[in-house]
């Protein structure tokens, strides 16, 4: 594709409930990150995948929160159990190999009501 | 830890520079980076220095780093309405993680 792309662009859910989060990033890209960005805030790191394994997951919040790439290809951030706290957008970035230039997707707004 | 700051708000008349700075912890950071993100919008990269550079320039952009101060600068030349937006240095740490500053937000009056 032309860039990364992240669907949902907008999730409403429910205290309690489960939801999955899905990045795609640009074709050859090997290296994929996942950030939150609460409001008025910086992008906070959350886990980076080089391939298929999670590299570093050292900013991921809790246990309710998980991320697999299966493939080397797509992501799929998962958080159980939301709370309120995990409202926020949800940024992924892919870039060719690591230390390279990361290209960010448009990000998924998620509301926890 | 690691960690990045920058002042949160700058403003500016059209055509003036604009100068927004940064500090950073981690001395180990390879590459530092400059986004801008504008309303609604996603990230988008400005331009970055390496870290054995003092100096980049790219058009209207020039980013001075201090890397004994941990100090990053970007200047913004004849800034125009169009620069209004928040702007984000970033450090990329030793996995090629960034570690984000909290942004700070350009307006340019005109």
């Known amino acids: 594709g032309a860039g990364v792309s992240q669907t949902p662009s907008n999730k409403v859910t429910e205290k309690g409930k489960y939801v999955e989060l899905r990045c795609d990033p640009i074709?050859?890209?090997?290296?994929l990150y996942w950030y939150r960005q609460s409001l008025g805030q910086g992008p906070e790191f959350l886990i980076y995948?080089?391939?298929?394994?999670?590299?570093?997951d050292s900013g991921l919040p809790n246990d309710r929160f998980f991320a697999v790439r299966p493939e080397g290809s797509v992501s799929t951030l998962k958080i159980q159990r939301t709370e309120r706290g995990d409202s926020a957008v949800y940024l992924c970035?892919?870039?060719?190999?690591?230390?390279?230039?990361?290209?960010f997707g448009p990000g998924t707004r998620l509301t926890v009501l | 830890g690691e960690d990045v700051e920058q002042s949160l708000f700058l403003s500016v008349r059209e055509g003036d520079s604009s100068v927004i700075n940064c500090t950073y912890t981690?001395?180990?950071?390879?590459?530092l980076y400059w986004y801008k993100q504008e309303p609604g919008a996603g990230l988008q990269l400005l331009t970055y220095?390496?870290?054995?550079?003092d100096m980049k320039q790219d058009q209207r952009l020039t980013v001075l780093l201090n890397k004994k101060d941990k100090h990053l600068s970007l200047r913004i030349a004849d800034t125009q309405t169009g620069d209004s937006a928040i702007y984000f240095c970033?450090?990329?740490?030793?996995?090629?993680?960034?570690?984000f500053g909290q942004g700070t937000t350009l307006q340019v009056k005109p």
């Open positions: 970035a892919s870039s060719p190999a690591p230390y390279n230039e990361q290209f």
């Open positions: 074709s050859g890209h090997t290296a």
């Open positions: 995948f080089q391939g298929t394994g999670a590299a570093d």
């Open positions: 981690d001395s180990s950071s390879t590459y």
């Open positions: 220095i390496f870290s054995n550079m």
């Open positions: 970033a450090a990329a740490s030793n996995t090629g993680k960034l570690i």
